[in-house]
């Protein structure tokens, strides 16, 4: 992959020889946003975070006490993270006390990015974080480390409809590496999307694992979507609360922390605009788009649209699991 990204997590300057070793034996494409993908149990990944994958499946000890945030990219992440630091930590800091930490702080600055950080800092001592400690993953069910699906750490998983987080995946990669995705024609993206040959990806695999997961096992994984954190914000976030053990007394609270973790309030703080990174190089402003949903209207075409529609149809068929928009 070239070095002229923006994100270090794009880069392949700092691999093993064992992840070397592995990629050579690994089936490869092209794609968008990297110029080589790796299929690694079953997904498509980026050099960098396929290390991260296998130091963290290595190395991560889940404690029984943990909460891990899973996601396909752009679907929510940011958000759900601001809205689990909020929650869990509402006691000692307190939302309307006008001294939050996420005013000062990036979500993705308060809560560790599993995969990302056994990259980027391989000696990180995730003993240290307090309790109950708080985590990220873009890792399929099947890849997480086994320590965190044999302890009783709790998983809440946050879904988004495909085409609102393929066009938020395609304005932000573009962002990030502008030079290796300008002569990528979107049709082309939406056919490797669909295909399930896209970074991350299959979509549906990574979605279904989790749907299935949290129907077998509720008190382990809990499902929710983009789409009903927008509609209704205050039941999801009372949903989130009892999952984890930690259910609110007072409305006037859910309120707080659903204004405070909104897109109209992160969004406009100055430590999400322009001109600060997270020490990957990426803009903290990148995470901030519209936040809407349907939003792919503008950069999809009918046709576009109508070929996720149809792939999405099949794959989910029988699951149970339907988007609307
Ligand atoms: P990540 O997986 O790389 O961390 P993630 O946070 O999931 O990214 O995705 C960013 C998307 O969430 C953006 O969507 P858009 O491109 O369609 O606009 C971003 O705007 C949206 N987003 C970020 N914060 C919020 C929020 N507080 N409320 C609603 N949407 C949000």
Known sequence: MSSSSSSSLLRDDDLTQETRDLISSLPSEKGWLVSQMYQFQGRWHAQALLQGLLLCQKHFEAKDSDII??????????????????LINRHNFPVSSGNHPLLVTNPHLLVPFLEGVYYESPNFDFSKLPSPRLMNTHLSLFSLPESIKSSSCKI??????????????????????????ADYPIEKAVKAFCEGKFIGGPFWDHVLEYWYASLENPNKVLFVTYEELKKQPGDSIKRIAEFLGCGFTGEEEVKEIVKLCSFESLSCLEVNKEGNKLPNGVETKAFFRKGEIGGWGDTLSDSMAEEIDRTMEEKFQGSGLKFSC
């Open 156 to 181: 809440v998983y946050c879904c988004r409809n495909p085409k609102d987080m393929f066009v938020s995946l395609w304005h932000f990669g573009r962002k990030l590496a502008p030079q290796e995705t």
């Open 69 to 86: 945030l899973a996601t396909n990219p752009k679907s929510g992440t940011t958000w759900l993270k601001a809205l689990v630091f909020a």
